[in-house]
């Protein structure tokens, strides 16, 4: 009984023996075959890169070499990068496009690149942004680590907070873009300039891009993004501000209060640090009229010219726009102070004439029952002074009910002359829908807005802020491009200035110096 169990058991291990080999060669096979099929796949991705390659414009990376391993082909074609670079800019940055990787078939190519800017001088760059034209079929599938958009024929790439100051002998920190057309990937004609206001003028390409026309603006532009840095001369083009390339432009800044009353704010310091810290491009220098002190009320005219000349120079030095504003409001009518208008804007015409950067307000805010018709007839005298000796800066001319009345002035514009733009302001507490209504209905009609002053408190300079209606505000002004100037630069115990009244710095404000309406005011030139 004994034997005949152990030839059962026995047998019963030979059985389970026979079992679990069969079982671990089945898996064995299975584990091979999808050993295969895996390497088939990797095959058939190598031969469609290589065959990919094969198709690729002559100036692309060449196809690998044919005795690469399936493994190293992904990898190679990383290390094997063709960079495009673009001269030097500003004096010290570089602009280099170095492909990553490339792959597609004959319809459409994918090319990954890195963007690499590199500051080649001692001074860290605060700012910088990339303009490439593009060609019809180019498209941006997916960007990191920078802001892309592409408009009217060129991807701009701007950076994001960690990329924005390149420090001396550093580049941008891993940019990259992956973008997509249908033959050679081509970054002819790219530009870089900085916040500063470099141009980015990078050799013969600039002009090429001049010439390519693919950037016509068109008459009211709306959506995408504007351009926000400093661009040089600047016109009206339909209803929006453009550069010498026809792009579009954004101004977006701060007025100072009134400069016979805070006149320490103005300096190259102040100014510098609202360009670098915050992103601000324009300069708004308001000179009450009519309020005592105000030049035409017993102020010291030399004084506040003085005061002016030492403005534009600041802001000109620091390439920024600056707005020379003539700021009547209790004065009610421009035509109260006509003649003294004249007189200095023949003066500032004279002086600044030449200058790229230099806008004329010719009437803060025309009130108190004065007219649109009085307003233009003011306009009608005032124009013709300034055209005499700068034949194409740009004037910014007020509207009644506090610069509100657009609809007016669209109804009966100034015509005659080119580079005027009408003057809109709003407190966003105060001016909600039916404001925003009228400004959007004037610009649809095809009248060039400007709005020189706005706060998001009310009316009066103080009060509580509006959020909800700021956001609102800002939302249209963005869509239609219009440029704003935030009221005001001072630490004045009233809700509308950027400064906490326990600030007394007069320059290198940061942002916990900023009031609530100063933080949400610089937040939108981020
Ligand atoms: C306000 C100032 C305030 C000053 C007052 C003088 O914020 O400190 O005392 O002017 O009248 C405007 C004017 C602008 C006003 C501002 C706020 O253009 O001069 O500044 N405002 O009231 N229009 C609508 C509002």
Redesign the pocket.
């Known amino acids: 009984m004994k034997n005949k169990w152990k030839v059962i058991a026995v047998a019963e291990t030979i059985v389970i023996a026979v079992v679990l080999v069969f079982i671990i060669g089945f898996l064995m096979g299975r584990m091979g075959k999808t050993d295969k099929t895996t390497k088939n796949a990797e095959v058939a991705v190598t031969e469609s890169i290589n065959e990919t390659k094969k198709d690729m414009p002559a100036k692309q990376t060449d196809a690998a070499p044919d005795s690469q391993t399936e493994e190293s082909t992904q990898t190679d074609a990383v290390k094997e990068k063709e960079t495009f670079e673009v001269k030097e800019a500003n004096g010290n940055l570089k602009l280099s496009f170095e492909l990553v990787q490339q792959w597609g078939d004959e319809t459409k190519y994918y090319y990954n690149y890195s963007v690499v800017v590199e500051n080649t001088g001692d001074e860290p760059t605060e700012e910088w942004a990339v303009k490439v034209p593009v060609s019809e079929d180019f498209e941006l599938s997916s960007y990191w680590n920078a802001e892309c958009v592409v408009e009217d024929g060129y991807l701009y790439v701007t950076p994001v907070d960690f990329n924005r100051v390149v420090k001396p002998g550093e580049k941008t920190d891993s940019v990259g873009i992956i973008i997509a057309c249908k033959g050679e990937a081509s970054f002819e004609g790219a530009v870089i300039g900085t916040k500063a206001g470099d141009t980015g003028t990078s050799g013969t390409e600039k002009s090429e891009t001049k010439q390519s026309g693919q950037n016509q603006s068109k008459q009211s532009q709306t959506g995408g993004n504007a351009v926000t840095t400093y661009q040089g001369k600047l016109s009206v083009n339909g209803t929006n501000l453009v550069d010498k390339d026809n792009n579009v432009v954004q101004l977006r800044g701060i007025s100072t ?2 400069i016979a009353w805070y006149p320490e704010y103005v300096n190259y310091d102040s100014f510098k640090t609202l360009r670098d810290e915050f992103g601000a491009n324009v300069i708004r220098l ?1 000179m ?1 009229t009519g ?1 005592g002190g105000g030049y035409c009320a017993g102020g010291n005219q030399e004084e506040l010219k003085k005061l002016i000349d030492e403005g534009v120079k600041y802001a000109t030095d620091l390439s920024m726009y600056v707005i020379i504003d003539w ?1 009547i ?2 004065d009610n009518n421009p035509n109260t102070n006509k003649d003294a208008a004249k007189v200095f804007f023949e003066e500032m015409s004279k002086k600044y004439g030449d200058y790229d950067n230099v806008f004329y307000e010719i009437c ?2 025309p009130n108190g029952g004065t007219t649109w018709e009085d307003v233009k007839k003011y306009a009608e005298e005032i124009i013709p002074v300034i055209r005499k000796n700068d034949k194409d800066g740009i004037i910014l001319v007020g509207t009644p009910t ?1 610069s509100q009345d657009v609809d007016k002035a669209l109804e009966n514009p100034i015509t005659g002359y080119d580079n005027i733009m009408y003057v809109l ?1 709003f ?1 966003a507490a105060t001016h909600k829908d039916d404001l925003r209504n009228k400004m959007t209905k004037a610009i649809d009609g095809g009248l060039p807005v400007f709005i020189s ?1 706005f ?1 998001i408190c009310d ?3 103080n009060g509580g802020i509006d959020y909800d209606s700021a956001s609102k505000w800002l939302d249209v002004i963005n869509q239609y491009h219009i440029s704003y100037v935030g ?2 630069l001072s630490n ?1 115990n ?1 809700s ?1 200035a950027i400064l906490k009244p326990s600030c007394t710095k007069t320059s290198g404000y940061t942002v916990d110096d900023l009031s609530d309406t100063g933080k949400w005011l610089v937040e939108t030139f981020q």
């Open positions: 209060h009134g308001a009450y309020e700021h409001l209790s803060n805010e506090w302001h407190y002053e706060s009316a009066s300079g009221w005001n004045k009233e509308s």
